[in-house]
């Protein structure tokens, strides 16, 4: 159970720009929990290194841990990734490919490690003014509890590795060269269903509305997924079935960021 009494978006960098108090049962009464919504850049991370050493520990906990995404292990030969059930329950230690692209034994490795997550991290941070970030987290210790990015970029760029019948299907219906892509966006499972989220949510596609107004919006998601929805009354549409990245992954899309409702959320 729980209610957002308030919130108060502004954009700007490195300041807590989203209050809010959660209230939630604890031991029969209720009790308050609140977080801060801290937008970050390249600039933010690199004068505060611990909260991004905090950050990419916590991005791999989610990615590796949440059986939603089931990146616990990796395969270093052909990338597949493993559920943590694959490898705990399972016991399957090793990957040898498939039965149309087999390799040679590889032993698993972690899915995510700071480092692997540091590298992708920084590719979105080199874009600059066309990336956005912020972070959850509750004072005193800011520790975090969720996380959202996304960035402008070009569509080729973007989709250089997504299925030609994706790729010509934008091209035919959405307009322009330029695309802003909802990349990430997690909350700890304890945080989950209480705001968290959404607030998240809100602030990144706030940002893309008032800087890329003119420009399509895109994102990938499960069509089962509990975000779904949200990402629903924000103005987002079922864009492609078909063309998946990964298995159970749909496209959703804006036509203009100008038409998102982040106010809905």
């Not at 050493?53 to 990796?74: M, Q, T």
């Not at 966006?185 to 008032?210: E, N, T, Y």
Request: aromatic letters at 12%; one cysteine or more; proline letters at 6%.
């Amino acid at each position: 159970m729980c209610k957002l009494d308030f919130f108060l978006y502004k954009c700007k960098i490195g300041h807590d720009t989203t209050n809010l108090n959660i209230h939630t049962l604890k031991g029969g009464s209720m009790v308050p929990i609140k977080f801060d919504i801290v937008p970050f850049d390249y600039t933010y991370l690199i004068n505060h290194p611990s909260q991004k050493a905090n950050l990419l520990r916590f991005y791999c906990e989610i990615w590796r841990n949440d059986p939603v995404f089931a990146e616990y292990s990796r395969c270093p030969n052909c990338r597949k990734f493993f559920s943590k059930d694959d490898v705990e329950i399972k016991l399957i230690t090793s990957c040898s490919g498939t039965a149309s692209n087999p390799h040679k034994i590889e032993l698993l490795e972690d899915g995510w490690t700071p480092e692997i997550a540091d590298i992708d991290l920084q590719k979105n941070l080199a874009l600059g003014k066309d990336f956005f970030g912020a972070i959850a987290v509750t004072p005193p210790r800011d520790q975090i509890i969720g996380f959202v990015w996304g960035y402008t970029i070009d569509f080729a760029v973007l989709s250089n590795k997504w299925p030609q019948n994706t790729v010509s299907k934008v091209n035919q219906e959405l307009p322009g060269t330029k695309v802003s892509y909802f990349a990430e966006v997690a909350s700890h499972p304890v945080f989950r269903d209480k705001g968290v989220g959404k607030a998240l949510c809100k602030v990144l596609i706030s940002w893309m509305k008032q800087n890329y107004p003119s420009i399509p919006s895109m994102l990938h998601t499960h069509e089962d997924s509990k975000a779904f929805h949200i990402y629903q009354k924000a103005g987002y549409r079922l864009f492609d079935k078909v063309g998946q990245i990964n298995s159970g992954r749909i496209l959703m899309a804006a036509k203009q960021c100008s038409i998102l409702t982040p106010e809905n959320l």
